[in-house]
């Protein structure tokens, strides 16, 4: 079965910014939605962004305009750029599928300092 691995997050900012990326063990971006999830401390995991086979990307209300996906099928690669943080974009960050279908990877701290 395929799995992710998480990376890129760290201390930063209120208004900082932070490149997560999201590697699978299989090519999988080329054939399934693909997105990108998070849970805030004491909070239930949202969906944030998701990406298309295709390319075409959508995103959470409160996160529009300040995110961007996208992805490398030949690497087998899913990114998330974050600008403009806020505190509130405090979480562990995950990626799977937007069903979510695969077993969910070890995530990657995100943290927004105010």
């Known amino acids: 079965q395929v799995q992710t691995v998480e990376s890129g997050g760290g201390l930063v900012q209120a208004g900082g910014s932070l490149r997560l990326s999201c590697v699978a063990s299989g090519s999988i971006f080329s054939r399934k939605v693909m997105a990108w999830f998070r849970q805030a401390p004491a909070k239930q995991r949202e969906w944030v962004a998701g990406?298309?086979?295709?390319?075409?990307?959508t995103y959470a209300d409160s996160v529009k305009g300040r995110f961007t996906v996208s992805k490398i099928n030949a690497k087998n690669t899913m990114y998330l750029q974050m600008n403009s943080l806020k505190p509130e974009d405090t979480a562990v960050y995950y990626c799977?599928?937007?069903?979510?279908?695969?077993?969910w990877g070890q995530g990657t701290q995100g943290t927004v300092s105010s």
């Open positions: 799977n599928t937007i069903s979510p279908s695969l077993p």
């Open positions: 990406i298309a086979t295709g390319g075409t990307t």
